[in-house]
């Protein structure tokens, strides 16, 4: 059991050591036979030649488990806990509960510490660009809100890439840009589309260069970068600047054609920042972790053009192929004992928050939630596996998070890894695999319409040993019985969290038509 002084002394033996730099990229819906590593050496469909050189740099992290979708993913990572402890539900940020003034929101509760706060104590000068999808409502809510001293970024699930629009008021489209503490006046582009490129700048190319002002504007007395980048990239609209499609004219399946492009840009840009770290000698001391929010979605009889091949289903399942992602660490910080290796240990997207405020030598407490009543962080440190201290990974238990709909209802468990077996309870859509090369023109399999019941007895339940059957083919509840009744009955015992966080607020509506169209905070408490 882990301690407050056992922690206090690890993290004061970080301090000791020069604070590494910090750049934490979350990559959305991206899928795991579209990541080069997966794949064999030459693959052409797949290029990902930054990513593949950071791992060989690195560490590839195998057993990197989120939530099956995108804001419970990003509400964990940004507070530290499992999403049951936070939220669970893919709500838009416009939700408005008035009578919880506390956790009556989309995503995280107000009064919940963020990372940036935690990593701030550590003297850090604190970044965020791309994909927030973390809060609105209030100020509190948006990254200045959680400690991010510097930001550009969108609220919401998704956006247009070339208009930044999504979402309408009243027939109007509402432009999804905030910079700082207040909207992008003048930053997005108004007539651009995907067949209409000129002049106009892509939305993820305005976060990467973001990300490199950041990094290029950095000087030797400066306070240590902790910049929190999270690309649109890959999650629809299929969009992406035209060379990238040029560049993959070879693939004859339109969505799988867009989303490797896009996969491709995302991989150059990370590239560029990587280059820009080393020529400006911040590389021997930067940590950059990487890893997606969930897994690729392969819905909608793959247009949304990801695919997950071995493992099984995909993005909004529990199985595998929705909740066990792409992850690597990588930088010159991380002990040269450990660089080129491979981690099978569990590792989840809510360690981070205890991770990186290890490294940033703070001791992660969240008294603010304390007092509001709300669940503890419940992250582990990581940082004694990375960097080769212990052998093992701590996390030998994950709860896997699910709710009664996605938008609506309670919070529930919905699976529970113990060691090497995880056990399945509920409807599971998209039960089945891809093939090596998907989407394509001549599946006729809608993974949407493909759903197995897990049930809760030994005949009708969901087992599987992942270590040795990692695509999930083997059913072993039946033959386990005891192992199936025993998961069971931890599962039913894991407390959840569940506020009202109520419906859309017209106040949504009103206040972004105060801002020139751009969606803004609306809900104004009299604390603030």
Request: glycine share 10%.
């Amino acid at each position: 059991m882990r301690t407050a002084l056992s922690f206090l002394l690890g993290a004061l033996g970080c301090q000791a050591a020069e604070k590494p730099h910090i750049l934490y990229i979350l990559v959305d819906d991206y899928g795991w036979a579209d990541a080069g590593w997966h794949r064999p050496p030459g693959y052409k469909e797949i290029q990902t030649p930054t990513f593949d050189s950071l791992i060989q740099q690195g560490i590839e992290l195998d057993r990197h488990y989120v939530f099956k979708f995108c804001s419970p993913t990003r509400s964990a990572v940004q507070s530290g806990r499992n999403p049951i402890n936070v939220n669970v539900l893919n709500v838009d940020p416009t939700y408005l509960n008035p009578e919880d003034p506390v956790s009556g929101y989309a995503s995280v509760p107000r009064n919940m510490t963020g990372m940036a706060e935690q990593i701030k104590k550590g003297g850090y000068n604190t970044h965020m660009y791309g994909k927030w999808d973390a809060g609105m409502a209030t100020p509190q809510h948006t990254p200045k809100g959680r400690g991010y001293d510097d930001s550009m970024f969108y609220f919401h699930h998704a956006n247009d890439y070339w208009t930044y629009y999504t979402n309408e008021c009243e027939g109007r489209p509402i432009v999804d840009l905030y910079h700082n503490e207040g909207p992008g006046h003048g930053l997005n582009n108004s007539k651009c589309s995907q067949t209409n490129q000129e002049g106009c700048t892509y939305e993820d190319t305005l976060f990467a260069d973001q990300v490199i002002k950041s990094v290029g504007g950095w000087k030797e007395e400066d306070p240590p970068l902790f910049i929190f980048w999270a690309p649109h990239i890959v999650h629809a609209p299929l969009q992406v600047p035209q060379p990238y499609v040029d560049k993959f004219s070879f693939i004859n399946d339109p969505p799988r054609q867009m989303y490797h492009a896009m996969v491709n840009f995302v991989d150059t840009a990370v590239g560029n920042v990587t280059s820009l770290l080393h020529q400006k000698g911040m590389w021997n001391n930067t940590l950059i972790v990487l890893h997606a929010d969930n897994g690729g979605p392969i819905y909608k009889e793959g247009t949304a053009g990801a695919n997950n091949y071995p493992l099984k289903g995909g993005k909004v399942s529990n199985w595998e192929g929705g909740i066990r992602v792409n992850a690597f660490v990588s930088g010159g910080y991380l002990p040269e004992k450990v660089r080129g290796t491979k981690k099978e240990g569990y590792i989840c997207g809510w360690d981070w928050y205890t991770t990186l405020s290890h490294v940033a030598g703070v001791v992660p407490v969240d008294e603010k939630a304390s007092k509001a009543g709300l669940p503890d962080i419940d992250g582990m440190n990581m940082w004694p596996y990375l960097s080769g201290d212990v052998d093992a990974s701590p996390r030998t238990r994950i709860p896997i998070g699910d709710s009664v709909g996605v938008l609506y209802g309670e919070t529930l468990v919905g699976g529970l890894i113990e060691n090497e077996y995880k056990i399945l309870v509920g409807n599971l859509s998209q039960s089945g695999w891809t093939g090596l090369t998907w989407p394509n023109e001549t599946s006729s399999w809608d993974p949407s319409t493909s759903f197995q019941i897990c049930g809760v007895t030994p005949e009708t339940g969901c087992l599987f040993n992942i270590i040795e059957d990692p695509g999930e083919h083997n059913n072993l509840a039946a033959l386990k019985d005891d192992i199936f009744k025993s998961m069971l009955s931890n599962l039913t015992a894991i407390k959840t969290f569940t506020p009202n966080r109520g419906e859309p607020s017209p106040a949504a509506c009103r206040e972004a038509a105060k801002n020139g169209d751009y969606w803004v905070p609306f809900a104004h408490l009299d604390s603030e």
